[in-house]
């Protein structure tokens, strides 16, 4: 079966600092991969998507980055990190059908 | 531009009962809908889904009802747990366009009270 982790689970910061979340996907090839982020009293916000490795689509113009080095991984990464960063982030895959499959997300907290 | 509408943040039912979880969309294109709930500090979990061909999809206690010519799609959940209180949220998909244009609506605060 199919397996999403992300790490880390929480993260505080400081506002400037860089930022390198990873997400990487296990029983499973070629999945599609997704970033989001939820902020307080929001919904889900796509911020990047990738159909495989290297080709990432941004959804959203900002401060982050997201980059695809293996088949099954996929890394959210910030160089300086702004008080509106906070919230919850959350890698999802999908093995190219209609359902997308949640990670268990990281909670990041800038400072 | 919202596409996918949850217009009640919140709703309380009590247990045993049934809960209705309302959403609208305005994009006429959009061919598959799904239905995801979120507790605290974790991801979504899917929970079903329905195609535009069908009206109606069911699952244990969860049913998604659409109706397409009103642009409306309900999840009804019976009978209703403590367990089910979580955030619900709706998402959309147009034809062809694939997983990733999954467009999701805010979200819908379900308490079941004991």
């Known amino acids: 079966s199919q397996t999403i982790h992300q790490w880390p689970a929480t993260l505080v910061q400081p506002v400037g600092s860089p930022l390198s979340l990873e997400c990487t996907v296990e029983?499973?090839?070629?999945?599609?991969l997704y970033w989001y982020r939820q902020a307080a009293g929001r919904g889900l916000q796509l911020l990047f998507y990738?159909?495989?490795?290297?080709?990432i689509s941004s959804e959203v113009p900002q401060n982050l980055s997201a980059s695809r080095p293996q088949d099954r991984q996929f890394i959210l990464s910030s160089k300086k990190l702004l008080l509106s960063d906070s919230g919850f982030y959350l890698c999802?895959?999908?093995?190219?059908?209609?359902?997308?499959?949640f990670g268990p997300g990281t909670r990041l907290t800038v400072l | 531009d919202q596409q996918v509408k949850q217009n009640s943040p919140s709703l309380s039912v009590q247990e045993g009962r049934i809960s209705i979880l309302n959403c609208d969309y305005t994009n006429s294109m959009f061919d598959y809908f799904l239905w995801y709930k979120k507790y605290p500090a974790e991801g979504p979990t899917f929970l079903i889904s329905i195609s535009s061909i069908k009206d109606k999809n069911e699952d244990g206690r969860f049913t998604v009802f659409l109706n397409k010519s009103a642009k409306h799609l309900s999840l009804h959940i019976v009978p209703s747990q403590p367990g089910d209180s979580a955030v619900y949220f709706c998402?959309?998909?147009?034809?062809?366009?694939?997983?990733?244009?999954?467009?999701f609506g805010k979200g819908t605060k379900l308490s079941v009270i004991p």
């Open positions: 029983g499973t090839s070629n999945p599609n």
């Open positions: 990738s159909v495989g490795i290297g080709q």
């Open positions: 998402a959309a998909i147009p034809p062809g366009a694939g997983s990733y244009q999954l467009t």
């Open positions: 999802a895959w999908s093995p190219n059908t209609d359902t997308q499959y």
